[in-house]
């Protein structure tokens, strides 16, 4: 059995704060310094940060005492509508309608238009063995592309990502 826990905007602040907790996992949300809401989900062998909000990027992922995130310039994550302008994450998602480096053809977004998108809402599904992070998100261009996406990160009990 699951259970679904909505995540509003205004239960990120500035101080972080736990959401759920139990012996295997703890959830905490926060507002960065830069605005950015970011969710922590912790197991018994580390965690990830994700970015519920922006792109659901994963910003960090820690396990065993190890950050696994790249070494950047960037020590918060930004509001930024391309993902050069936050590099630095553990992963992020590409575009759906292009990905990749642009060639000198066409002019879509490095990496594509989904990386740094504002997502609709964010929620938890809270598992006997898992916790997930799942977040929607709308694009719709007038007489142009439109797709609703679902992303989600999930980190199992004991276990790395």
């Known amino acids: 059995m699951a259970f679904t826990l909505d995540l509003p905007r205004e239960l990120f602040g500035e101080t972080p704060r736990v959401v759920c907790q139990s012996p295997e996992w703890t959830v905490s949300a926060r507002r960065c310094r830069t605005g950015v809401e970011s969710l922590s989900i912790r197991n018994s062998r580390g965690r990830v940060e994700v970015l519920p909000f922006l792109g659901q ?3 960090d992922a820690e396990f065993d005492g190890q950050s696994l995130r790249m070494t950047s310039m960037f020590e918060e994550p930004r509001k930024v ?3 050069a302008e936050t590099y630095g994450c553990f992963a992020f998602h590409s ?3 292009a990905a990749g480096c642009p060639s000198p053809e066409d002019d879509h977004p490095l990496h594509g238009e989904f990386s740094c998108a504002e997502m609709d809402s964010a929620e938890l599904v809270l598992a006997e063995d898992s916790v997930t992070i799942r977040s929607v ?3 719709v261009m007038g007489f142009g592309h439109h797709y609703r996406a679902i992303p ?3 980190l199992r009990a004991g276990t790395l990502l």
């Open 57 to 59: 990027i994963v910003w």
């Open 81 to 83: 509508e391309r993902i």
């Open 95 to 97: 575009g759906l309608l």
């Open 137 to 139: 998100h709308e694009y």
């Open 152 to 154: 989600s990160v999930t």
